[in-house]
């Protein structure tokens, strides 16, 4: 992040007691006023329907930012930000008194549950609180192609597009955003990134975490629409998308809606849908996901969704994409496999080398951001035999620092007007086209233990190939 405070911008987080802003939101803005990126006057105001004080508010946000901060709180830094902090809440002030409180110029942030997107946007157009405001709205926005339209209709009945900033936080991580740079900032990989030297590709999105106490929410979404059609589709586009005229947000947005395009419907034989049962992660017994507080005992919701998908363009056709995200798996990671087509001539039996498919490119987005170069070399020794190896680049030990966290970018890019971190209106619908066949006749769930990689029939849907992690 480059640049300083911008003018006048006082933020209202709607939602500002949920979970998102107690891990996310509070902790990004305080590290936000760390870095000198907030205006100087800048205010901060929670709106929930809590009935807390300034002073309760302020008390919440600080036990928040001292769990979940990357950085330590500084008492002196801590008692300049809490004065930037107040709060209203939705049954008593309401959005009258946060009119008051703000000034033209604000960021309104709905951390919300979906459903109540539509009404927030037409309480805010009620209260006077559109001119001048940049609207940041959070995932998934709808439920579906049709809801998603509804919403977008709403929205614009009220805010002009460029008001408008619909949150994929994967697209603030340093390590999506690197991927614009890797593939066209080096003609070593543009120069092999189609169909003629790419076998595959995977994407794989996986939390050892269960639902936590989100379960009555997650009902409501599930993993396809919680991760698939938002995270994983972001990510496909800025790694399969045409090289943009230029690196203006419009000509990259342009870009990713002409890649989903040619995105071709997942139809359910191509999809597997899983829900964790009980079983043990990282040696704790963990209860099912129908267990958990919040669930129907007989949901039918899915915690794991692998999906194969095709994009039909030049650049890409033939080459299968392989996209895979759960919940209570085995492991916590979010990486990118690009496997390369093998050498036509061998000179060694297969028998003499570990793994054929060693040539390939593993983009590690969390934990641990970086990217390693797998290929070939020869063993030491009198015989030509060969194993795999890796070149490993990692952001902390290259540029010694910690990347910030996805939403201080994200505030930045909102603070500043900047949309590429942001979906646009048509992006959003065509990404919920790609699943739409899934969401109307979906696959039978099948479970699977907590703790493992999910159900076994995601690995007859990759075969002959197998999912591949660092």
């Not at 919300?112 to 009404?119: E, K, L, V």
């Not at 995270?231 to 090289?243: D, S, Y």
């Not at 030049?314 to 690009?338: D, H, I, N, Q, S």
């Amino acid at each position: 992040m480059s640049g300083r405070a911008p003018p006048a911008l006082d933020f209202v987080i709607v939602g500002a007691t949920g979970d998102l802003a107690r891990r996310k939101l509070l902790p990004a803005l305080y590290n936000l006023h760390l870095d000198g990126f907030l205006p100087q006057d800048a205010r901060i105001i929670g709106y929930s329907r809590r009935d807390l004080t300034d002073a309760a508010f302020r008390a919440r946000s600080e036990e928040a930012v001292r769990e979940f901060s990357r950085r330590d709180v500084d008492p002196a830094a801590w008692d300049r930000f809490a004065a930037r902090l107040g709060f209203v809440c939705a049954r008593l002030g309401g959005l009258d008194e946060v009119a008051q409180r703000t000034r033209p110029g604000r960021i309104v942030h709905l951390s919300t549950p979906p459903s109540a997107f539509s009404s927030t946007v037409q309480g805010l157009a009620q209260h006077d609180l559109v001119r001048d405001t940049r609207l940041v709205i959070e995932k998934p926005f709808g439920r579906d192609r049709l809801s998603a339209r509804e919403l977008n209709r709403t929205v614009h009945e009220f805010f002009d597009e460029s008001q408008v900033f619909r949150v994929d936080h994967y697209l603030g991580k340093e390590s999506v955003q690197n991927l614009l740079v890797l593939r066209f900032g080096n003609s070593m990989f543009e120069r092999v990134w189609d169909r003629d030297a790419i076998d595959h590709v995977q994407i794989t999105m996986a939390e050892s975490i269960g639902v936590e106490s989100r379960g009555e929410f997650y009902e409501e979404v599930g993993a396809l629409r919680d991760v698939i059609q938002n995270h994983t589709l972001q990510v496909l586009t800025l790694l399969t998308m045409e090289p943009p005229r230029s690196f203006e947000p419009e000509a990259i947005r342009d870009e990713k809606v002409k890649l989903l395009h040619a995105v071709r419907p997942v139809e359910a034989a191509a999809v597997v849908r899983g829900q964790y049962a009980r079983g043990a992660v990282n040696g704790d017994d963990v209860p099912g996901y129908r267990e958990e507080e919040g669930v129907d005992p007989d949901s039918a919701t899915e915690t794991y969704t692998a999906i194969r998908l095709e994009i039909d363009n030049w650049r890409w056709a033939g080459v299968p994409f392989y996209l895979r995200t759960g919940k209570r798996l085995a492991g916590r990671t979010v990486e990118v496999y690009v496997s390369f087509r093998p050498a036509p001539v061998r000179f060694f039996q297969q028998s003499e080398v570990e793994d054929l498919e060693s040539n390939h490119l593993l983009i590690r987005i969390q934990p641990q951001e970086g990217i390693s170069l797998g290929f070939l070399a020869k063993e030491p020794g009198p015989t030509l035999r060969v194993q795999p190896v890796e070149m490993d680049f990692s952001y902390v030990r290259s540029f010694e620092a910690q990347p910030p966290e996805a939403y201080e970018r994200l505030f930045h890019a909102a603070m500043g007007g900047e949309h590429t971190l942001f979906a646009r209106a048509d992006e959003v619908d065509l990404a919920w086209s790609v699943v739409q066949p899934v969401l109307d006749a979906p696959p039978p769930i099948r479970f699977y233990p907590a703790g493992t990689w999910g159900p076994s029939q995601a690995d007859a849907l990759i075969a002959p190939r197998r999912w591949r992690l660092r």
